[in-house]
């Protein structure tokens, strides 16, 4: 690369070989009266005039500091510390690992040309500002078309050389003492070697996204080079970052591309972090190349325009980042994206203050929970496709007794999982795990640097049915009473969903079809409440969706993608009473003298009621089943222990269509000491390629790994217990129907209502018909009998407004009514009893039989018997033969 000194006297013939000093004093003097003209001219709207515009001069320049001094004590190693609740363990530091000071001479012609090229092509010349650009972005602006006018110096000035109360006004008056503090700069730092100085100052100032600052730190971060080391390309990327460096974060911008072509079902053994040629980075770095091919001031005529069109088509491929001294590492960004919307609301995306503001930053991690989440995360997803997968469980530490369920996905493809811990009563994140080991060694199916939680859009399934479940009660649409037809539906469009069991039971109540998940209640219940309304009303619960998504009829069970910490907020908002609390990441920011900047009494986060709290509970307290054996067998078996005993735990598990995600997320009562952490955990497990994993379920690899988490964190704290809030009313309904308990009624349950919600009419769904008994058939006069009289299940009035409902009911009921395990769909699925798997909790039954459509046959006329009094002395004597009469007398 061009040496500084040939730079020097190319820079030096340009200019003309004018003496410094009097070329510096000349341009610090035509500056200055350049600017007062334009502030003239500016204020010559208002109709004020030069004497004006020199006395705004004077007042806008008042008690501005020295920038020669301050350029000159310009420092750069302020490192903000990130530390856990107690303050004790360091977590990271945020821009130490990232910067490296470099000096004028160490700076490549190309990075410098590059740069100015983009940012400021006038550098060499102008006084430190530039009016003529300021003039043509205001028209832009008025025009439509906003942008900036600031030069190098400017951007400078304004990140390092002002102090904090010049930016108090309006943006005119900080521009104002902004220009004004550029052009005294330039006067103090006259010439090239002044130059020299505020473009040196600038490259290590600057930003350049992936906790990168100064231009020696982006090269080796990115591309694992020393500066001098780059490509042309390289240098024209790097320059074409700091217009906004969160959003051309190389890293984030790049794609991992497998090195060598391999089948869909192996795993790649080395990728590469590649920016597609398409990213608006690499067209930006494109434009900055055509830009040097003009504006090369320091190297001139050393590339050939070949060379610039040839750097145009080069690939971007970074170097792997590595942030292996970090402790919860994407916990850590987590934190550095909340301190930046604290610390630069209006510009959370381009907040430098954030990595070198000095700021000793406490956050909300609990590091023993955080430990305890991170190796069963591992041990979960990572131990059953290592070599040696029970050396790994020894080595984490993981007890005998969890083997069996992590060994057992061992060659079911699930290569990555994530975690997270929240105390539901504040907000706070107590464990963060984004992926199952963020410094391990990536490939398609586990992307170890991604973070799931935050920023993986993943469809829940069957988890997001608490949620809705939850608004239909609260909207008094639905009650934990209402009854659903769980039959296949066909619901339009091709959309004819199923029981993974592919079993149709029938009748059945909201509360057993959420414990039990069945999926058309859900449908069916989304339907009822609207569907455009049900996605609104998640948004309140803190659920968000990608820009694209839209409601859809298959949202009930899941299909809407979403990111997994929302979800676990929103089931905290359930286990809080219906009171969700804001997301927190971080409890104090101090500044480098140790002064609280934040939080001020007005930070006092607030809650939001989103459900009511009987709506609330009554989903609390039906997924608390789930935890239960006697109640749910199935989900019961991953119920949260202390010791011998079953701590009180509601939690839900999901698992979508085809078996690409599994997920559970679930909470403990809340405890009696207000100030511990009432404890929700959610998990999610797949991989990161969005591959099905091989048959396994979420009550296989999910529930277990929510159940383990969740038990050795609560491990020694005290048992608590849900308590019902007041308002709420219990009512006795039939165990199948849901309705009043009627003539009809053959078994009965207690269930709970929000206030005016109880049922007041027995149910439509049961007809009584005479029966003749000994034919089982419709009675009629002289049947054989006796006459007696049945309750029958009669679907004629259900889901009446709901024609294509009601269709799939009737081909239900006419299968049903040969009993269970008969056959009739297009999807091969079969009548069924609830639930299956010799657990019946209301036996064997629909709640009623299907009443005969034929009447009883007649009892056959039988003649009446014939009496042989010879035989039978009981029959009565016949009369006497006749004789005939004697003859009559002469």
Known sequence: ????????????????????????????????????????????????????????????????????????????????????????????????????????????????????????????????????????????????????????????????????????????????????????????????????????????????????????????????????????????????????????????????????????????????????????????????????????????????????????????????????????????????????????????????????????????????????????????????????????????????????????????????????????????????????????????????????????????????????????????????ATMFMDVTTDFGGGFLPIQADKLERGPVRLRSALQFSLNVPAIKGGIMIGLDHLYDRTKDLGITYPSTAVPVKSMGIGTLEVHPIDLLGAYGAVANNGLKMPRQYITSIEDSNGKIIWPLPADKPQGEQVLSKGAAYIITDILAGNTDMKVNPFWGKWAIKSGSTRRPAAYKTGTTSDNRDVAAYGYLAPPKDAKAPALAVGVWMGNSDNSPNDGKLSLDTSAPLWSAILTEISKGKPIAQFKQPPGLKTATVDAFTGMKPGASTTKTVKELFLPKTIPTQSSNSRIVAQIDKASGLLWREGCVGPRVTRAFFDISEVDAAYPAWQRADRNWASRAAKGAGVRGTSKGTRTAYLYGSGFYPFGRTWGAGFAPSRKCPLAPVEPPPVCIPLLDPTCPSLPPEPTEPPPPKP
């Not at 700069?185 to 290590?204: F, H």
């Open 1 to 480: 690369m061009q040496t500084s000194l040939a730079r020097r006297q190319r820079h030096r013939r340009a200019l003309q070989g004018r003496p410094k000093g009097r070329r510096g004093s000349i341009i610090g003097r035509v500056a200055v009266v350049v600017l007062i003209v334009f502030m003239s001219t500016t204020l010559l709207a208002t109709g004020a005039g030069l004497v004006v515009a020199v006395g705004a001069y004077n007042h806008y320049a008042a008690n501005l500091p020295d920038p020669a001094e301050a350029l000159q004590n310009l420092e750069f190693d302020q490192q903000t510390r990130v530390v856990d609740r107690t303050g004790k363990i360091e977590l990271a530091k945020l821009g130490s690992l990232r910067r490296e000071v470099v000096t004028y001479d160490q700076i490549p012609g190309e990075m410098i040309d590059a740069t100015t090229s983009i940012e400021d092509q006038d550098f060499w010349q102008n006084a430190g500002f530039d009016p003529v650009g300021i003039v043509s972005a205001g028209v832009d602006t008025i025009s439509g078309r906003p942008r900036g006018a600031s030069t190098i110096t400017q951007q400078l000035v304004r990140a390092r050389l002002l102090p904090d109360w010049a930016f108090e006004g309006s943006t005119y008056e900080r521009k104002f003492r902004e220009i004004i503090q550029s052009v005294r700069l330039t006067q103090e730092y006259p010439g090239q070697s002044g130059k020299e100085q505020i473009i040196t100052a600038y490259l290590n100032q600057n930003f350049y996204g992936n906790n990168s600052y100064g231009v020696k730190a982006a090269a080796r971060g990115y591309f694992g080079k020393a500066l001098s080391d780059l490509t042309l390309a390289q240098y024209a990327i790097l320059a074409a970052i700091p217009q906004s460096p969160t959003k051309f974060d190389l890293v984030k911008n790049a794609d991992e591309v497998c090195r060598t072509t391999v089948s869909d079902d192996a795993d790649c053994p080395a990728f590469d972090l590649i920016v597609p040629d398409t990213a608006e980075i690499v067209v930006r770095r494109n434009h900055v190349l055509d830009l040097m091919k003009t504006n090369s001031t320091l190297t001139g005529s050393k590339h050939a325009i070949s060379e610039y069109e040839a750097a145009k088509l080069e690939q971007v491929v970074l170097s792997l980042p590595v942030s292996a001294t970090w402790r919860a590492p994407q916990f850590v960004w987590q934190v550095r994206r909340a301190l930046s919307e604290i610390l630069c609301p209006d510009t959370p995306t381009d907040c430098p203050q954030v990595d070198t503001g000095g700021y000793t930053v406490t956050t909300t991690l609990d590091y023993n929970m955080q430990k305890v989440a991170e190796k069963w995360v591992y041990a979960a997803a990572r131990a059953p496709n290592a070599s040696d997968p029970r050396s790994v469980l020894r080595q984490r530490k993981i007890p005998a007794k969890a083997w069996n369920w992590i060994l057992g996905l061992r060659g079911h493809n699930i290569n990555n999982a994530a975690a997270g811990v929240i105390d539901y009563r504040t907000g706070q994140v107590l464990a963060y795990v984004g992926s199952a080991s963020y410094t391990a060694k990536g490939n398609r199916r586990f992307q170890p640097q991604f973070d799931v939680m935050a920023d993986g859009w993943r469809q829940p399934g069957s988890a997001i049915k608490p949620i809705d479940y939850a608004i239909g009660i609260d909207d008094g649409t639905l009650t934990a």
